[in-house]
T-cell receptor
Framework: DAKTTQPPSMDCAEGRAANLPCNHS???????VYWYRQIHSQGPQYIIHGLKNNETNEMASLIITEDRKSSTLILPHATLRDTAVYYCIVSYGQNFVFGPGTRLSVLP | GAVVSQHPSWVICKSGTSVKIECRSL??????MFWYRQFPKQSLMLMAT?????????EQGVEKDKFLINHASLTLSTLTVTSAHPEDSSFYIC???????????FGPGTRLTVT
């Protein structure tokens, strides 16, 4: 079973920030938090990952709480092309377990 | 990140036949590749882990004699669905391990339809 809990769906207005939450209350000390997204009928796309510190790259920012029991993926300026299913995964090593994810709809 | 390709992107085959799906790591050598399956409106499920030069490790409930995996080189892994049945119709996706950590990079997927 997936170790994460995510809302099944979210809407976001185009141009606004999209904040996608993820709960992982049973995360272990050496487990990373990964975020991927899957656009319809494509393979998942890597977005970002982190262990303890907040991370930022050209796609998104990852905010991890101090107790590491939850995290938030931030897409700073959502576009229509960001409409996808977003998966939050916690894992040590490469044994990924995908949950149902959050279906983000970016609305014009 | 790694660039991963899959071939074919979609395939239709008749029940009882076998079909081979290729997964290629285009820009680095991958000692480990992963095969996932995704049914409509469901999430990805790991089928097996493929290690170059050795036998694949299959997840519980996945028939190793039905889903043959060969990882003969550092850039190519193949999944052969033998004696395919309509219930094998699915979206098959491979991934390769990243070079900087434990992240994975996924291929575009192969849509298999068994008639």
């Amino acid at each position: 079973d997936a170790k994460t809990t995510q809302p099944p769906s979210m809407d976001c207005a185009e141009g606004r920030a999209a904040n996608l939450p993820c709960n992982h209350s049973t995360i272990s000390g050496n487990e990373y938090v990964y975020w991927y997204r899957q656009i319809h009928s494509q393979g998942p796309q890597y977005i970002i990952h982190g262990l303890k510190n907040n991370e930022t790259n050209e796609m998104a920012s990852l905010i991890i709480t101090e107790d590491r029991k939850s995290s938030t993926l931030i897409l700073p300026h959502a576009t229509l092309r960001d409409t996808a299913v977003y998966y939050c995964i916690v894992s040590y090593g490469q044994n990924f377990v995908f949950g149902p994810g959050t279906r983000l709809s970016v609305l014009p | 990140g790694a660039v991963v390709s899959q071939h074919p992107s979609w395939v239709i085959c008749k029940s009882g036949t076998s079909v081979k799906i290729e997964c290629r790591s285009l820009d680095f050598q991958a000692t480990t590749m992963f095969w996932y399956r995704q049914f409509p409106k469901q999430s990805l499920m790991l089928m097996a882990t493929s290690n170059e030069g050795s036998k694949a490790t299959y997840e519980q409930g996945v028939e190793k004699d039905k889903f043959l995996i060969n990882h003969a080189s550092l850039t190519l892994s193949t999944l052969t669905v033998t004696s395919a049945h309509p219930e094998d119709s699915s979206f098959y996706i491979c991934s390769v391990g990243g070079t900087e950590g434990y992240e994975q990079y996924f291929g575009p997927g192969t849509r298999l339809t068994v008639t």
